[in-house]
T-cell receptor, first 112, second 115 residues
């Protein structure tokens, strides 16, 4: 996961927006993914974005991609306590297959 | 419940041993993916099978192998186990060959402890 970097922790208040950031180093990445892992649970694919897109919105989730800076972010609007989890960013360099490289994950803590 | 089952839930074994982890995908899903999550290595994609054939290979060690059977269940074989192989091994499934929608479903994982 050395090629994908994320900050380790983020703490927000319930109802605020959360922004989880990720940087990747390979500009040839085709797909970028966000996964969620709740405490003691398995993984969940939240969303993904193709590298020719700048933004993707899905209900409370907004993904922004800045290819110039190799920066990906996940914004969660109206963050709830149920959003507390570890969020993993992943880049896919395979160019058509699925071979993700994951970051170390950002622990999102939502407090009342 | 995602519909993906993994057995066993926990496995404790010794260095040098060989183990087999089993995954049954959701009904109708043709793709199976294997991941390893450890404190040292973080989360890593290991390998993907689609309808019995290997489709993508990630950071899977040569000591590890996998296969997908005609009934679509998959097994991950880990041999010559080392302490560093202690990890949570996840399996996931999807109906399609690639992960291009949010439809990838994960099992609860098998926790392997190598002593």
């Amino acid at each position: 996961g050395e090629d994908v970097e994320q900050s380790l922790f983020l703490s927000v208040r319930e109802g605020d927006s959360s922004v989880i950031n990720c940087t990747y180093t390979d500009s040839s990445s085709t797909y970028l993914y966000w996964y969620k892992q709740e405490p003691g649970a398995g993984l969940q694919l939240l969303t993904y974005i193709f590298s020719n897109m700048d933004m993707k919105q899905d209900q409370r989730l907004t993904v922004l991609l800045n290819k110039k800076d190799k920066h990906l972010s996940l914004r969660i609007a109206d963050t709830q306590t149920g959003d507390s989890a570890i969020y993993f960013c992943a880049e896919d360099l395979s160019g058509g297959s699925y071979i993700p490289t994951f970051g170390r994950g950002t622990s999102l803590i939502v407090h009342p | 419940d995602s519909g993906v089952t993994q057995t066993p839930k926990h496995l404790i074994t010794a260095t040098g041993q060989r183990v087999t982890l089993r995954c049954s995908p959701r009904s109708g899903d043709l793709s199976v993916y294997w991941y390893q999550q450890s404190l040292d290595q973080g989360l890593q994609f290991l390998i993907q099978y689609y309808n019995g054939e290997e489709r993508a290979k990630g950071n899977i060690l040569e000591r590890f192998s996998a296969q997908q059977f005609p009934d679509l269940h998959s097994e991950l074989n880990l041999s010559s186990l080392e302490l560093g192989d202690s990890a949570l091994y996840f399996c996931a499934s999807s109906v399609s060959e690639g992960v291009r929608s949010n439809e990838q479903f994960f099992g609860p994982g098998t926790r392997l402890t190598v002593l």
